[in-house]
Every structure is written in C-alpha cells, then in structure tokens.
C-alpha cells in the first residue's frame, strides 16, 4: 500500500492556498475604497487558477485512496467459504472423537490438547 500521506498534504496545502485568496480578496474588496475593489478583481484569475489546482490535488489524493483500498485476494470474492462443519483430516489423525482406551494411552499433554480442541471421548 503506498504511502498517501504526500497526496494529502498536497491536496490540503491546495485547499489552503484557496482560503488564501479568498481571505485577501474579501479584505481588499470590503475595505470601502475603488482601489480595493479594484486588486480585490485582479486577484480573481489566481483564486480560478487555485481552485483548479486544488480540485486537481484533491481527486488525485482521492483516486490513490481508493486504488490502495483493492486488496489482492480478489478470488476469495468468487469462492463460497470452506464449510465449517466439514473437517479436512482424511488420517483423522485430528479428529474429534476417541474411545476412552485411546485416550488413556495418550501423555497428558496430548490429553490436554485433545480436550482443548473440543475432543470428545467415546465408551
């Protein structure tokens, strides 16, 4: 997965300098005087410019968000998951239930781990 940490701090250093803008155009243009209205228009092609800067960073941070979200086991959509009840242990070297003389010929510590995996004992 790739590290989105730049594209975010670019798309937010983009929106960031479109508040900027924005705050000095609102101050010229509200400072009562033509002159301020005046720069407050000029500065109109660099907030267009920002915004489209902005919009550019934000959709790339946001396309590399969402293709890092693909993971890679894209079969197991496909597949059914293996059925529980099902066991796989054709040896039955694991299976889940002994008779009791079997279980008495076992060390403690293997009577322990057949009891801890839910094993049951047969008469």
Known sequence: MP????YYDAALTADAEVKRIL????TLFNDGTEDGKKKALELRPALDEAKIKAE?????????????????????????????????????EGSKVMNRAAFRALDPAARMSFIKANGVVEE
């Open 3 to 6: 590290n989105l940490k730049p």
């Open 56 to 92: 550019q960073a934000n959709t790339l941070y946001v396309s590399m968000r969402d293709a890092s979200l693909v993971n890679d086991n894209a079969a197991a959509l496909f597949t059914s998951p293996a059925d529980p009840a099902v066991t796989s242990d054709p040896k039955g």
């Open 23 to 26: 705050n000095e155009m609102d």
